[in-house]
Every structure is written in structure tokens, then in C-alpha cells.
């Protein structure tokens, strides 16, 4: 099946300082993107969605960008606090209604 | 419930034996996902159910796994003659058209 099977990229910020992560995507056809965040021992956590027809969305502290031109996504996390840390995922649709494709999560790291 | 409930949490079992694990979806929610996602690594989809067309199926790993999707509602994933490779998490989620919600996960262990 299709899966992501990498030693996951790490990010250490300090807390209160502003995280951006990472995400590529595969297929230009996607029109949909979500972000997720997974705690360990817990299944992803819903944080932010775009379509495609947008390049930016904000949220609670949470701003996610798409680049279509290059197939990059990225996720910025505002004031980033410990109970941030966690492995990110971003994800795509493509076919609208269709799977839903992960990418390579991050793992984010916050030092107090 | 208000979210994507998973059966059992944890289960362990002996390699060679079946196990069936159990997704009640958001109510309303038309799409139904499996993924498996082994230590450490990312989630891999499995299967994917959206009302009543014909489910994605082009995940699977093997012929010793199915899920079914009854009434539209309730998924079962089964794993045959379960091997050690086997072992990791697997979660469920839904979506009532693009949102996709997660379950906690069924944590399966095969020995």
C-alpha cells in the first residue's frame, strides 16, 4: 500500500518561538490538503485543512500555506508551547472523495 | 459518541491466529478509512469505504486481509493467520465529505 515509511525529520524549537514544517506533496491533481497532529499512543488530531483554491488558511495560532507551483505545503505554528510537541503529518486528496495520502511526518520538539 | 470509536484498544494475539477489529464511524459520516501505521513510521493506507460504491481496496498488503462496511455504518477489518509483521496500529477514521476524523487506534500485537 501507499505509506510513509522514513525515519522521521525533526524539529526543536524554543517555546514560545513560531515553528514552520515542512511538507511536499505528490500529485498536482490534489485538491485538498489537511494537516494532523499525533501525540504519542493517539491517533491523528484533525488541525487545519486548504483546498486547492486557496494558498493560505489560518486558524488558532495555526497558519498553513500552499505553494502549487512547487507541490509544498507548510504549517506555521504561532507562540509554540509544549503541548505542541508531537509528529505533524500533512496529507493530500486527490480526486475529490478519493483516499487520503500522507506525507513524511515531523516531529516537533519544544524546549521550555 | 462524538468520535470515531476503535475495538479493542490493544489487542494481542498468537501469529497463525484471526482477529477482527471493529470501527464505529461518526454518525452521517458516508467515508471510511483504514490505515496501519507501524512504530515510528507513517500511516499507510489499507482500505477506503465511501457509501455505496465499491470500496478501495488497493492498500491491502495481502489476500489475509479484508474489512467489510455494514449498513453503511459499522467497518470490521480482519487479519488471517496473523503474522508478526502484522503487529503495528490500526486506525479508522471517517469523513462526511472532506474532514477526515481519526479514531484512537487499535493496537495489535502478534506473538
Avoid at chain 1, 480526486?95 to 524546549?111: A, R
Avoid at chain 2, 454518525?27 to 496501519?36: I, N, V
Avoid at chain 2, 495481502?62 to 508478526?84: C, H, K, P, W, Y
Amino acid at each position: 500500500g501507499e505509506s510513509v515509511g522514513l525515519h522521521l525529520p525533526t524539529l526543536s524549537v524554543q517555546e514560545g518561538d513560531n515553528s514552520i514544517i515542512n511538507c511536499a506533496y505528490s500529485n498536482s491533481a490534489s485538491d485538498y490538503f489537511i494537516w494532523y497532529k499525533q501525540e504519542s499512543g493517539k491517533g491523528p488530531q484533525f488541525i487545519i485543512d486548504i483546498r486547492s483554491n486557496m494558498d493560505k488558511r489560518q486558524g488558532q495560532r495555526v497558519t498553513v500555506l500552499l505553494n502549487k507551483t512547487v507541490k509544498h505545503l507548510s504549517l506555521q505554528i504561532a507562540a509554540t508551547q509544549p503541548g505542541d510537541s508531537a509528529v505533524y503529518f500533512c496529507a493530500e486528496i486527490y480526486n475529490q472523495g478519493g483516499k487520503l495520502i500522507f506525507g513524511q511526518g515531523t516531529e516537533l520538539s519544544v524546549k521550555p | 459518541g462524538a468520535g470515531v470509536s476503535q475495538s479493542p484498544s490493544n489487542k494481542v494475539t498468537e501469529k497463525g491466529k484471526d482477529v477482527e477489529l471493529r470501527c464505529d464511524p461518526i454518525s452521517g459520516h458516508t467515508a471510511l478509512y483504514w490505515y496501519r501505521q507501524s512504530l515510528g513510521q507513517g500511516l499507510e493506507f489499507l482500505i477506503y469505504f465511501q457509501g455505496n460504491s465499491a470500496p478501495d481496496k488497493s492498500g491491502l498488503p495481502s489476500d489475509r486481509f479484508s474489512a467489510e462496511r455494514t449498513g453503511g455504518s459499522v467497518s470490521t477489518l480482519t487479519i488471517q493467520r496473523t503474522q508478526q509483521e502484522d503487529s503495528a496500529v490500526y486506525l479508522c477514521a471517517s469523513s462526511p465529505e472532506d474532514t477526515i476524523y481519526f479514531g484512537e487506534g487499535s493496537w495489535l500485537t502478534v506473538v
